[in-house]
């Protein structure tokens, strides 16, 4: 991490987990132990819990963000949630283009910037995920695949919109599998992302990008990734599910 440009953040990512009562449950647990984090706490919960962690979270220093966006304001889009929902909620983040709606629903790279567009415009604060399949790695295509999701989710962004968006970079094949790649593994990785963004919007910009890793961080091994220059903090799966874990990341990228 670099602190003195940029933020840390650390963002809880709980997928399909948790009904309203055990969400209340984990956010009251989680509230005093990262009440003093020197870096961004989020937890980004599954739609029927928003409002739970929204009104949980009040008067605190975690902020909430959803799961996922749609592109449309509104429409026949059955089962969907638009950015302007969220918005008006009071959420303040959403992750977008995660390697499970990219492999079990269909998203793909266009999807992945309708749906940051539509976020960006609704005000919200986009966490963008991009990552390489496995067999992507073993074929040294690594940096082509992530540039290559990068450079099209950010089409149609303007350089005074990054400030609004957290990349984070999440290896398909350490995501649920206990697999996590080196500290500096992911220190190169995100340190090539920061190099396509200064491409695009100029060294300055790059400089100041908040750039997470994600892929099985955890309370063990969180320490190392984080003192790694260019990981800017995490978005955390299975740990943010166990509040003495998530606190115990918070506290590494604290320091």
Not at 154 to 166: D, H, Q, R, S, T
Request: hydrophobic residues 45%; charged residues 20%; glycine residues 10%.
């Amino acid at each position: 991490m670099n602190k003195a440009i940029r933020q840390a953040v650390i963002a809880g990512n709980w997928k399909m987990n948790k009904t309203r009562p055990e969400a209340r449950a984990l956010i009251s647990e989680l509230i005093p132990l990262v009440k003093d984090a020197n870096c961004g706490v989020v937890i980004c919960v599954p739609f029927t819990n928003l409002e739970t962690a929204l009104d949980a979270t009040k008067g605190t220093n975690i902020k909430v963000g959803a799961e996922n966006c749609h592109w449309a304001k509104s429409g026949a889009f059955t089962g969907e949630i638009s950015a302007e929902m969220l918005a008006e909620m009071g959420v303040e983040y959403v992750v977008i283009g995660h390697s499970e709606r990219r492999q079990y629903f269909g998203e793909t790279d266009a999807t992945v910037n309708q749906r940051v567009r539509a976020a960006l415009d609704s005000g919200l604060k986009v966490i963008l995920c991009v990552g390489e399949l496995l067999e992507q790695r073993e074929a040294g295509i690594t940096e082509e695949i992530v540039g290559m999701q990068t450079k099209a989710a950010l089409g149609g962004v303007f350089a005074g919109e990054l400030k609004n968006i957290i990349l984070a970079y999440e290896p398909v094949w350490a995501i649920g599998t206990g697999k996590t790649a080196t500290a500096e593994q992911a220190n190169e990785v995100n340190h090539y992302i920061r190099t396509v963004v200064a491409k695009l919007y100029g060294a300055p910009a790059a400089d100041a990008m908040t750039i997470q890793y994600g892929g099985s961080m955890n309370a063990k091994n969180a320490d190392e990734l984080l003192a790694q220059p260019d990981v800017d903090g995490g978005l955390i799966g299975g740990a943010s599910l166990k509040a003495a874990d998530f606190a115990v990341i918070v506290g590494a990228a604290s320091r």
